[in-house]
C-alpha cells in the first residue's frame, strides 16, 4: 500500500534563502506527482504536476525533482519570501487507479 | 484559468438535516473528487466520480452520496448530518491524468 510522508512538518526560514521540501513513497509504481500550496482556511493551488516519465518541472521561482527508483520528490524554492508562507503538500498518483495518495504538509514560515 | 466553484463558503447546519454542498468546473473536466480535511487528519477522499452519472466510493463514504447529472456539476449530499460531519469539504476536478484543480472549500459546522 502506497505510503507518502513529508519531512519536516514544519520549517522556519529567513526571507531570501533557498529551501527544499521534501516528499517520499514507498512504492515506485507511480503515474504521476503534484506539489499543492494551502493558505489557512484556504482551498489548495496546484503548483507542479510531474509525469512518472519526467526527472522535474520549473514554475518562476519553484523547481520540483523526482526519483521514482529512490521514491523521492523534492520542491526548492528559490529566493523565499514572506509570501510563500503556506503548507505544502505533495500528492502521488498510482499507475492503477484515480485517487490521490497524500503527505500531511511541510508548514513553511518565512520570516522578514 | 481553471475554476472550480463551491456554492458556500461557511454553512452552519443542524443534526439531522439534509444538506447539499455544489461544486461547480468551467473546463470540461471528467474526473471530480470530494475530500474532507480535518486538523492531524489531511485530506480524505469521500467520493469520486471519472465521468458523467459514474461514481466511486473513496476512503471514507458512510454518511454521505454523490450525484453526477452533469458533466460540470458534482454535488455531495449529507443524508443526515452529524456532528462529526463538521468540517472543509473540499471539491476538485481534473482532465484525464493533468493536474488537480481545486474549489477554495465550504466550512461546514453542524449543531
Known amino acids: 500500500k502506497q505510503e507518502v510522508t513529508q519531512i519536516p512538518a514544519a520549517l522556519s526560514v529567513p526571507e531570501g534563502e533557498n529551501l527544499v521540501l521534501n516528499c517520499s513513497f514507498t512504492d515506485s509504481a507511480i503515474y504521476n506527482l503534484q506539489w499543492f500550496r494551502q493558505d489557512p482556511g484556504k482551498g489548495l493551488t496546484s503548483l507542479l504536476l510531474i509525469q512518472s516519465s519526467q526527472r522535474e518541472q520549473t514554475s518562476g521561482r519553484l523547481n520540483a525533482s523526482l526519483d521514482k527508483s529512490s521514491g523521492r520528490s523534492t520542491l526548492y524554492i528559490a529566493a523565499s519570501q514572506p509570501g510563500d508562507s503556506a503548507t505544502y503538500l505533495c500528492?502521488?498518483?498510482?499507475?492503477?487507479?484515480?485517487?490521490?495518495?497524500w503527505g500531511a504538509g511541510t508548514k513553511l514560515i518565512i520570516k522578514p | 484559468d481553471v475554476k472550480v466553484t463551491q456554492s458556500s463558503r461557511y454553512l452552519v447546519k443542524r443534526t439531522g438535516e439534509k444538506v447539499f454542498l455544489e461544486c461547480v468546473q468551467d473546463?470540461?473536466?471528467?474526473?471530480m473528487f470530494w475530500y474532507r480535511q480535518d486538523p492531524g487528519l489531511g485530506l480524505r477522499l469521500i467520493y469520486f466520480s471519472y465521468d458523467v452519472k459514474m461514481k466511486e466510493k473513496g476512503d471514507i463514504p458512510e454518511g454521505y452520496s454523490v450525484s453526477r447529472e452533469k458533466k460540470e456539476r458534482f454535488s455531495l449530499i449529507l443524508e443526515s448530518a452529524s456532528t462529526n460531519q463538521t468540517s472543509m469539504y473540499l471539491c476538485?476536478?481534473?482532465?484525464?491524468?493533468?493536474?488537480?484543480?481545486f474549489g477554495s472549500g465550504t466550512q461546514l459546522s453542524v449543531l
Open positions: 473546463m470540461d473536466h471528467e474526473n
Open positions: 476538485a476536478s481534473r482532465r484525464q491524468n493533468e493536474k488537480l484543480f
Open positions: 500528492a502521488v498518483r498510482g499507475d492503477s487507479n484515480y485517487q490521490l495518495i
